[in-house]
């Protein structure tokens, strides 16, 4: 059975950091593509960083230079590094695998994919 769990969030002012992270049961990190996906009240959730297999990455323009996904093999753990934080950036995180995966872009997570597990969020709140 996946599981994945994440954690890190938390409240912080504008400008400052935080580390998300996300542990993965159930499959392994080094055959799965990961990815990180946000959703603000009264928004769709949208994707903002995602990760092959063998390391390729890429992020949504409103992250790109602030924040940057990365994964150990070993814990099976996913991360997101949050700097420069804006209040826009408010959001519960979530993050989401496939087990078997080379690389699926930004848009190639689709909600209804059964060959995609969800965690169930960790909230981040940037104050201005």
């Known amino acids: 059975q996946v599981r994945l769990v994440e954690s890190g969030g938390g409240s912080v002012q504008a400008g400052g950091s935080l580390t998300l992270s996300c542990r993965a049961s159930g499959l392994a990190a080094s055959t799965s593509c990961l990815a990180w996906f946000r959703q603000a009240p009264g928004k769709e959730r949208e994707g903002i960083a995602v990760l092959g297999s063998g390391g390729r990455s890429d992020y949504a323009d409103p992250v790109k230079g602030r924040f940057t996904i990365s994964k150990d093999n070993n814990k099976n753990t996913l991360y997101l590094e949050l700097n420069s934080l804006k209040p826009e950036d408010t959001a519960m995180y979530y993050c989401?695998?496939?087990?078997?995966?080379?690389?699926?872009?930004?848009?190639?997570?689709?909600?209804?994919?059964?060959?995609?597990?969800w965690g169930q969020g960790t909230q981040v709140t940037v104050s201005s």
């Open positions: 989401a695998a496939d087990r078997y995966c080379v690389f699926r872009g930004l848009l190639g997570w689709a909600a209804g994919d059964r060959r995609i597990y």
